[in-house]
């Protein structure tokens, strides 16, 4: 194995020495460079471009917290590890959203330090590599099949699944699309129950079985009255880690021969699984709420994508939109830079019509939050209708009928 570069940002001259010491012992490690301010952390990192970035908090300049948001941004392939004296969630979750991978707390022994930077470095490895992996097509060379929609955000409860149940509906409802709803969201997934349906069988169960073939997926897959397919996520968070990327990969493949529209619900992390479904994803549709944090995230996450190169297809949705919030959709293009393409209104009456099972646009269809899922579902339609008319022939029946070689 390569080394892993090193950079040591803390103003205590002694830490920075301890922590030289520590990882020295080690040939996995180089220290590449030392820094003693948040100036000079940034200025080496973007020198150096090191695998690793131990980040201390308190600093006589720009403090670490800003130091490492400057970082996620410059130097996006290094990963930031704060230490800090401060262990309140509050410090923990501004540095998670600065971009920090981890946190430890000082004082630390050696092989917290040690196997915390093997951890991250691993972890972000493995994700440049399934992004970079060949195994997953590039749009230009997919073969002509379903279309996947990889509805995302890094703030959760924003609206993924409400956007990703409804216009999965009304794509069936309205336009007879073969639609599946596939729950990323492993560990709290609850496309199962805004449909009141009983997950028999999740994806976890299927990613027991190998390898996955077409019979095995028809088999996991949960038929709703609607006529829009499911396959629910694990009904238990511990189950979730039975799941991975390369099931994910290799369900995809499968079932977009069979679907007009594959949409998946992912977890609001970037995590392995959502990255997969984000390369995976002709349309990555990005759903921001209307609070200042939702907004905040919202940017983050946007740099993000724009960084993995996926800036033609991101669509952005903003949900709960409320015009006595008392701040506007310009404002909120201008601070995200970036037109909105959909926006759904808070509808009181969603949690009602939600808490029954019922899909709002078929309880609610004169609303205007129904009414732009159905600008949207049309919108989805109109550029599936540029498909062959030998692709349109195939539009029969559920993707599960499909599957079973039955028509409609
Ligand atoms: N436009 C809206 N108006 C009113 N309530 C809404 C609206 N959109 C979503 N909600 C409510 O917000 C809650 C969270 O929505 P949802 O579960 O779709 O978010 P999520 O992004 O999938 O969350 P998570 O990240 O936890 O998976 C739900 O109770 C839902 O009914
Ligand atoms: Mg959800």
């Known amino acids: 194995m390569q080394s892993i570069r090193v950079l040591i940002v803390d103003d205590v001259r002694n830490t920075r020495e301890s922590i030289r010491r520590i990882l020295g ?8 460079g030392e ?8 200025r080496l990192a973007e020198l ?40 309140d969630s509050d410090h923990m979750t501004k540095a998670m959203l600065a971009g920090a991978k981890a946190y430890i707390v000082k004082p630390f022994t050696g092989n917290e330090v040690v196997s915390t930077i093997l951890n991250v470095y691993h972890k972000e490895a493995r994700k440049r590599e399934i992004i970079n992996s060949p195994s997953i097509p590039q749009t230009s060379e997919k073969e002509s099949t379903g279309k996947i929609i990889s ?6 409860g924003v609206g993924k699944t409400t956007t990703a149940v409804n216009l999965g509906v009304e794509l069936r409802k309205s336009h007879t699309f073969r639609v599946l709803l596939m729950d990323l969201s492993l560990q709290f997934g609850d496309i199962a129950s805004f449909l009141n349906l009983v997950p028999k ?3 976890s169960d299927l990613a027991q079985v190998n390898p996955i073939k077409e019979e095995d997926i028809r088999f996991h897959i949960l038929s709703h009255s609607s006529g829009v397919d499911v396959l629910a996520a694990s009904t238990r968070p511990e189950y979730a880690e039975m799941v991975t990327p390369e099931h994910v990969q290799q369900i995809l493949k499968e079932i977009k021969l069979h679907y007009d529209f594959i949409l998946c619900d992912n977890s609001a992390r970037f995590d392995d699984i959502s990255l997969t479904s ?3 994803a002709d349309e990555i549709w990005l759903i921001a709420g209307m609070d200042i944090p939702a907004i905040k995230n ?50 009181e009456q969603l949690t009602s019509v939600l ?36 692709e349109n022939e195939k539009n029969k029946g559920t993707g599960l009928q499909k599957i079973l070689g039955l028509g409609r």
């Not at 690793?52 to 941004?73: A, Q, R, W």
């Open 25 to 32: 012992f080690d040939s996995d490690f180089e220290v590449v």
């Open 298 to 347: 919202t940017k983050i996450a946007l740099e993000i994508l724009y960084s993995l190169d996926y800036t033609p297809k991101i669509k952005l949705i903003l949900n709960q939109y409320n015009r006595r919030i008392g701040i506007n959709l310009k404002e909120i293009e201008s601070s995200l830079g970036k037109k909105i393409d959909y926006v759904l209104p808070e509808e």
């Open 201 to 203: 069988r999740t994806i």
């Open 151 to 156: 509805i995302f955000s890094t703030k959760g």
């Open 278 to 280: 984000l390369e995976a």
């Open 48 to 87: 150096l471009k090191p695998d690793i970035v131990l980040m201390d908090i308190s600093m006589p300049d720009i403090d670490g917290i800003k130091t490492s948001e400057l970082l996620s941004f410059r130097v996006p392939n290094t990963s930031v590890i704060i230490m800090s004296v401060e262990k």
């Open 355 to 390: 808490n029954k099972g019922i899909p709002f646009v078929k309880a609610l269809p004169r609303s205007a939050m129904a009414l732009e899922t159905k600008k949207m579902a049309k919108d989805l339609s109109e550029t599936a209708a540029q498909k062959s008319p030998a």
């Open 35 to 42: 820094a003693g301010c948040g100036s000079d952390a940034l």
